[in-house]
């Protein structure tokens, strides 16, 4: 069953007359040509005026929506030769973050994603997506198999955040979390890291810390849910779409604030309407980056991410009178 947004529904209740009508002129023969014209150039504004003037809560569910592509998706359509890589070499393989090698456009990378499930049996396998610490600990392990091999690694990024159960805090969440971060801001290879969906909070940033970082035009970055942020300030998860204005999360506050580096624009009606057209833009933002980031040497990418990262944010200095 399709999953239909609030503010989608008249959007795809004239599609549901326009289809309509077609089946009507294919039974009977009747040519409604003109009227079917009609209803597609007005479904057409109707869609433009909509997904023009979207709140960041109504963002925040479409980059929730169970139809958008997955990282598995994107690497199918992407890549050649994918090899799954699993385990941290310590006893355990999270199913919400996956990790392999392949190739994007002949060229040998190192993949990381967080995958979601279509269905409640593979959500509950991957866990909605959101990693334990042995998902980071592989994740890890891969991005040192790629320094040593010298390949770039992608990061697709699409998690409510880390998985904040007891057994999780047990095997040193916070620790793995923390590792990633020190270790991906050491590593020589080039790094392209791509929100997708959601990218909450340090289970996001765990595999974020990259020379370029982009989202797509209807994904969300914060270091909170929207649902977490009014539970704390209003008591209320209710306010989720107050907390979700006040939390700057959109593609376009955070390419403003220096936080990416570009909005990767999505199809009319986002990526789950026309997911192999927003999974062919963004392999074409992935594909310039690269070239850009192949033309520095090994120091220079460290430099380059470093640099990155300490511009973000701002401040103002006051002189002290005396």
């Not at 198999?145 to 409510?160: K, Q, V």
Request: charged share 25%.
């Amino acid at each position: 069953m399709d999953i239909v947004l609030d503010f989608e529904r008249p959007l795809l209740e004239l599609h549901k007359r326009i289809a309509q009508l077609r089946a009507l002129e294919g039974e009977d023969g009747v040519n409604l040509s003109a009227s079917i014209e009609q209803l597609e150039a007005q479904a057409l504004k109707l869609q433009e005026r909509i997904f023009t003037r979207l709140s960041p809560w109504q963002r925040t569910q479409l980059s929730r929506h169970p139809k958008r592509p997955y990282t598995l998706d994107y690497v199918k359509d992407l890549c050649t030769e994918w090899l799954e890589l699993h385990g941290d070499r310590a006893g355990h393989d999270d199913h919400a973050l996956i990790t392999g090698t392949a190739r994007f456009q002949g060229r040998p990378v190192a993949i990381l994603g967080h995958q979601k499930g279509r269905n409640t049996k593979e959500n509950l396998d991957r866990n909605f997506g959101m990693a334990r610490p042995e998902g980071y600990r592989k994740a890890l392990r891969i991005m040192h198999l790629a320094e040593r091999f010298s390949m770039p690694i992608l990061c697709f990024i699409d998690t409510p955040g880390a998985f904040p159960g007891i057994d999780a805090e047990e095997r040193g969440q916070a620790e793995a979390i923390a590792r990633n971060i020190l270790e991906m801001s050491r590593l020589t290879v080039p790094i392209f890291a791509v929100v997708i969906g959601e990218g909450g909070s340090g289970g996001a940033l765990a595999i974020g810390v990259a020379n370029r970082v982009v989202m797509m035009e209807n994904s969300v970055y914060s270091v909170i849910s929207p649902e977490g942020c009014a539970a704390i300030l209003w008591r209320d998860r209710a306010e989720g779409p107050r907390a979700a204005e006040a939390l700057k999360i959109t593609a376009k506050d955070c390419l403003s604030l220096g936080v990416i580096d570009e909005v990767v624009p999505e199809p009319a009606g986002g990526a789950h309407r026309h997911p192999e057209q927003a999974i062919r833009t963004l392999g074409e933002c992935l594909a310039r980056h690269l070239e850009q980031l192949r033309e520095l040497e090994p120091e220079e990418i460290r430099a380059d991410r470093y640099d990155r990262f300490r511009k973000l944010g701002a401040f103002t200095q006051i002189q002290a009178s005396a």
